[in-house]
């Protein structure tokens, strides 16, 4: 948590933004595993946590903006919760260290919430994502899940305020950046021929765990860096083998950090791995370099795809005109997502509350294949925190379908890409902080250039 003063002004901005009404705001409960007393990890909702910075299950929150109120509701632990979970502070005295000073056991806030539906007040709460979200506003205000589409002032308005990153969350976010960063310098350093991909795994599961954080995300580590999210961790690694892996380190803070990295499983990359290592070095540092405050990060996307595309071309993969290629959607065959994302509280930060919100400002996105998953569009501003993701990969149902449909034969030449149907996926990634001038990387460095590897194997 950080001081009661920061959440005091977090709601004292949210409330003058939005102006009148009642904000609704859902904490997340435990949530079984196989049996309701065997739990998943508890994990609170990011937007629960910026406002109130309570990481307890069973609280849900009201700011009533009409009536000047700040509750929190959720019931006092009782002598069988003490036995099993020991000594904590009362919810009065969790409350007080973030500024509440008025609590209710929880059964109240559904009368509190008729209450103001009978003055007529208007009741903000932000898209639901999980069951139980779901349940308690069908059961609170009867409103059926197909219709909890969220209200859009709260939306635009928490989004206006998490998309800034403080100082002090800067501090929390390069922290989890410089733990995550550890965990790919251990992974590439203990990556042999011979090992199994949940054996590397473990190696960054335990840097994880030594400092004191979760893992942000389920750690993508594989020989298969075709399929982009592959969780699956029980190939044996060969010689010959990439191994991709995308992995980051979450805070008790809840803040995190998200960073990729390619490593040659033999201690050098072939002829072949590095001429396209260095193509997706090359879209990495000449998106790193775009980096400014005002560009759009869509643009940046742009000419990472197009840095590829006259990669390609000297590999005899693609031809024609690059603007061209990218703007049609040719590029996406190798590159079929995004740039990146912004990052915070959440891995992807705020994504439960929509890319139209986030990072479109409510534009609308393309719908063409690739460019419809670049989550990050609008221009850059100072306090933005976001990833920098650029990938090449080779997907051999992707390339089939395409080639049957001889798709983009203008850009393609799918004989030559035949070659490299078994070759795999290569993608890089790094955390940057938009500041007044530029733009700085977040984080320790990992290792970048094929040199830079090659020297850790």
Not at 3 to 15: F, I, M, N, P, S
Not at 324 to 348: K, N, Q, S
């Amino acid at each position: 948590m950080f001081t009661k003063e920061t959440y005091v002004q977090r709601r004292a901005q949210l409330k003058k933004t939005i102006g009148s009404g009642v904000l609704l705001f859902l904490g997340n409960d435990e949530q079984g595993l196989n049996y309701e007393d065997n739990t998943f990890r508890y994990r609170q909702d990011s937007t629960f946590l910026y406002y109130f910075g309570l990481s307890f299950a069973g609280l849900s929150a009201i700011i009533d903006i009409d009536e000047d109120k700040e509750i929190i509701f959720g019931d006092e632990l009782t002598i069988d919760h003490i036995v099993w979970m020991g000594t904590q502070p009362t919810l009065h005295e969790k409350a007080s260290a973030v500024g509440i000073s008025e609590t209710r056991p929880f059964a109240d806030i559904v009368s509190y919430l008729h209450k103001v539906v009978q003055m007529g007040q208007t009741i903000h709460y932000l898209p639901p994502y999980r069951a139980e979200h779901k349940l308690k506003l069908m059961d609170w205000l009867g409103v059926p899940p197909a219709r909890q589409e969220g209200s859009v002032p709260f939306i635009r308005a928490v989004v206006a305020q998490r998309n800034y990153k403080s100082a002090e969350e800067i501090v929390e976010i390069e922290k989890a950046c410089d733990v995550t960063a550890d965990m790919h310098i251990t992974a590439m350093k203990v990556l042999r021929p011979g090992m199994y991909e949940y054996e590397v795994v473990a190696e960054m599961s335990r840097i994880a765990e030594m400092n004191n954080c979760e893992l942000s995300f389920a750690t993508i580590a594989t020989i298969n860096g075709q399929t982009l999210h592959n969780h699956y961790h029980g190939n044996e690694v060969k010689p010959g083998d990439l191994f991709l892996i995308d992995a980051g380190a979450e805070l008790p803070s809840g803040y995190c950090g998200d960073m990729s990295s390619t490593v040659p499983a033999d201690k050098t990359f072939t002829s072949r791995q590095r001429a396209v290592y260095e193509i997706q070095n090359a879209m990495h540092l000449e998106a790193v370099k775009a980096l400014c405050p005002g560009i759009p990060y869509m643009k940046v996307y742009e000419l990472s795809a197009q840095v590829m595309v006259e990669g390609l071309k000297e590999l005899g993969l693609m031809k024609g005109n690059a603007e061209d290629a990218v703007r049609e959607g040719a590029h996406a065959l190798f590159y079929p997502h995004g740039l990146g994302h912004m990052m915070g509280l959440d891995v992807h930060d705020m994504e439960n509350l929509g890319e139209l919100w986030v990072g479109y400002d409510g534009q609308p996105k393309s719908t063409q294949f690739g460019r419809k998953s670049q989550r990050l569009a609008i221009p850059l501003e100072p306090g933005f925190v976001f990833t920098v993701e650029p990938g090449i990969y080779f997907i051999p149902e992707l390339i089939d379908l395409w080639k049957g449909e001889k798709k983009f034969a203008d850009f393609i030449n799918y004989d030559k890409v035949e070659e490299y149907r078994d070759f795999g996926g290569i993608r890089n990634e790094e955390d940057y902080l938009v500041t007044e001038t530029g733009a700085r990387r977040l984080g320790k460095k990992i290792p970048l250039t094929p040199e830079e590897v090659e020297a850790l194997r």
